[in-house]
């Protein structure tokens, strides 16, 4: 189990590094000049960067020759979070502390103008290293950070539910029933992490992460057989149902959680009167996997928890018994 995370992980930190270059490089200017250096904080500024990091993460993430390794990785991943949420989540999260202060050491060393590889690479492991260690020791601190991102991700996921619930003239009124929104949704799941009860937490935040990867690894695994010609029995099924549109994985990933991603999977070029648009059929069928897997993931881990508190309990009890002895 440890060596499969450990693979995992470094694969992680290499395509991160790789990306973060890319993206350094690519926000970075490719001349010098003779203005005064000075430090741009502004929106765009950052943007750039992000922008730039997406694409880098995209491309990688787009080579034919490692299609199979992501899917592969991904279900792999997906299967191990749905099973083991709190141990798998808890390691995604230390590793992903070190990676982010990967990346800034390497924005600063790019600043100092510090080009030297070999220097980056040892530079870049060891912040890593670090970085991912104090993570570990200070779980408890990164926790809350963690559970007030993903009351922010649900709250602007959920905004635009707001806005037609609430409806209000005053612009003023409105930005304070904004501000409202998304602190309820951050302190709400930042006071179970605080009380120490972040494992149904991250049983739940796993089974979310774990049923995406595990559906879409699924859907580009389906989508590839039949584009080339190993799925017949769908065919058998689906009469009219036409070659799919063959992508790299990221995109089935996409399909599921971004709005904004095109139509990619088994039935992306097969027409339908009933799913079409926004809730194409890939989607619809994606996502209804997701759910279940959901589901499954999170009452499977629920079991657990409730198994491993009346063994804890129990193990607590023996101890406070008086011992007896034998005249």
Known sequence: MKFVFATLGLLVVAVASDAGESALRGAAPTTLSEEPVGIDVSGDSVKSVWESFKTSVATTLSQPKFQKADAGCALVAGLLMLFNGEFVTKWIIVVAAGILAMLVALSELSSRGLVDPHVRAVA???VFLVA???ALKGLDGVMLGVGAAFGLFLASSLEGVLHLVVQVQNEEHQHIITAVWYSIFVLGFMSPVAKKGYTRFLAII???????????AVAWIATTASVHGKFSAMNQLVPSLQPGKEAPWYKFLALLVSADAEDVGLFANTPSDTFNGFWNLDRVLGVSLWFLLFLLGTIRQFNSLAKQKKVLAMETTALSEPLLVEN
Request: glycine share 12%; charged share 5%.
């Open 206 to 216: 796993a089974s979310i992460a774990g049923g995406a990867l595990v559906s879409s």
């Open 124 to 126: 870049a492991l060891e």
């Open 132 to 134: 991912s260690y104090t």
